[in-house]
């Protein structure tokens, strides 16, 4: 028999984050403290403060209990059509994350913001490459709410993962969850990860329907809530997206894919083809795992799974060869 294999880390510690959020520093309306003790408040460990064309790491949010990552959100905008109307203009939103907020602080400090160059993906790939230098890995985001299609993602590399929910687009216009962006690229071989956020502004207050925080979020399973552990673990892909359920084990042992969850209506393993592996059940029916047995033919796999109120959960993906999983890390040295 062979060994087990873990998808989700089998050891460590479960955190949750919100990886897309913006403060006073741009456009957001809450400040940094007061986002830090919102979030502590629902349960949230982590939180990537990305103001708009705005790099900071917010040090002093920091605490044995609360790690705040720094980052910044960067735009490169097509030129107007109508002269002032941006509901119109395509936009390539591209979050920043820093692996090395301790390094490089001269070049932090100076203009890190790319050329407006829409049209021009070879230079978006040079500017993502050029970032990683400095300790950067990004974030492709909401390309629904961004007005793109296949033929502005489809050569994007470099990435480490990309928005496959966005809580503050999903209020926008009911276009906050991407799948197919996501398999899209999967399909291109672009081997990023996934990640759901909230991308919060917060111009409605906490209990209001419209309110775009706490409706997205990445599960990171870490060593400890250390900035290096939790970064270690992002760069390894060791976490899920979620609007609310949980996947608590994905394991691979002798070809059979082993899932649980808390309760959902539907588990679904996605593949690079139109088959599936799925178990649902009746409206008011619970399931909480499932095995599937793999056929060799997935090429990646990736789980997806919905509960009674129609919120989504969503794996990584995981490149297979045969019935084995190839676990990866995202690579800060590489240039594709």
Not at 300 to 308: K, P
Request: hydrophobic share 30%.
């Amino acid at each position: 028999m062979s060994e087990r294999i873990y998808l989700l880390p089998k050891e460590g510690n479960v955190y949750k984050a919100n990886l897309h959020c913006h403060t006073i520093h741009s456009d957001g309306h809450l400040s940094p403290e007061e986002v830090k003790a919102a979030y502590r408040e629902q349960g949230y460990q982590i939180v990537a403060i990305t103001d708009h064309r705005h790099y900071q790491w917010h040090r002093q949010l920091c605490d044995q209990n609360f790690l705040a990552l720094a980052a910044m959100e960067v735009d490169i905008n097509e030129h107007f059509k109508r002269p002032g109307d941006f509901s119109r203009v395509k936009t390539y939103h591209i979050n920043l994350y820093d692996a090395l907020p301790e390094q490089f602080i001269e070049e932090k400090q100076g203009d890190l913001l790319p050329e407006r160059r829409y049209n021009d993906t070879d230079y978006i790939n040079e500017y993502i490459r050029k970032m990683k230098e400095y300790g950067f890995y990004a974030c492709y985001n909401h390309p629904y709410w961004s007005l793109q299609n296949y033929d502005d993602y489809k050569n994007l590399r470099g990435f480490w993962g990309m928005e496959i929910y966005n809580y503050g687009c999903e209020h926008d216009g009911l276009y906050g969850f991407n799948p197919q962006s996501y398999d899209e690229l999967l399909r291109q071989g672009n081997r990023l990860f996934c990640v759901a956020t909230d991308d919060n502004h917060n111009q409605f207050p906490f209990g209001d329907p419209l309110c775009d925080s706490f409706g997205g979020f990445v599960m990171v399973k870490a060593e400890c809530l250390s900035y290096e552990a939790v970064t270690r673990a992002l760069l390894g892909g060791n976490f899920y997206s979620s609007m609310g359920p949980e996947i608590y084990n994905m394991s691979i042992k002798d070809g059979v894919l082993e899932i649980e969850t808390s309760p959902v209506e539907k588990i679904y393993v996605m593949t690079s083809g139109r088959s599936c592996h799925k178990k649902v059940v009746s409206p008011g029916r619970e399931l909480t795992q499932m095995s599937f047995p793999l056929n060799g033919t997935e090429e990646y796999i990736r789980v997806q799974i919905r509960d009674g109120q129609g919120r989504y959960a969503c794996s990584n993906a995981y490149e297979m060869r045969g019935i084995v999983p190839v676990l990866r890390e995202y690579d800060m040295t590489e240039n594709g």
